[in-house]
């Protein structure tokens, strides 16, 4: 009788230490809907940028990535987003994709621009750089060093 009332007792523990990460996972994941202006930025390429990532300026969170699509007539990528209505973005503004960490994870970067008109809902920037690509770099070193050893 003793052990089936230990084991109850951790078999509760548990499912309770359970409920309590889910509902930490829940909170640190920013689940919730946000308000606020849709606009898209025009990319060559999104290389890893997912729908949820932050869009940042100066390394604060503005807003999350909504979507993203091919631009049929340009194949240009179109990344969508969903930026807060506290933050006016100037209208000629720059955006790029930028690497979270060395581990992974991509995040939007806006560079505000100096004028003193601002973005609407819809607007396109178009004034983007595409992201550097780790792998491609890592190759032209490598085989830079190949070239010039072999000579």
């Keep these: 009788m003793r052990r089936n ?5 951790l078999g509760g523990v548990v499912l309770l230490a359970a409920a309590l990460f889910i509902i930490l996972a829940y909170e640190a994941a920013d689940l919730t809907a946000s308000d606020g202006y849709l606009i898209e930025a025009e990319f060559g390429s999104t290389a890893g940028l997912q729908v949820g990532d932050d869009v940042r300026v100066s390394g604060i969170k503005v807003g999350q990535v909504t979507g993203q699509q091919l631009d049929g007539q340009t194949y240009s990528a179109r990344v969508l987003m969903r ?23 991509q995040y939007l970067e806006i560079i505000p621009g100096g004028a003193e ?12 750089r595409d992201p550097v ?19």
Aim: hydrophobic share 40%.
């Design 83 to 105: 930026i807060d209505p506290a933050v006016r973005l100037p209208d000629d503004s720059s955006a790029r994709i930028t690497a979270a960490s060395l581990l992974g994870g």
């Design 117 to 128: 008109s601002y973005l609407d809902a819809g607007a396109v920037i178009y004034d983007t």
């Design 5 to 9: 009332t230990i084991e109850t007792i």
């Design 133 to 151: 690509s780790l792998t491609d770099l890592l190759g032209k070193v490598v085989f830079a060093g190949a070239d010039q050893g072999g000579s």
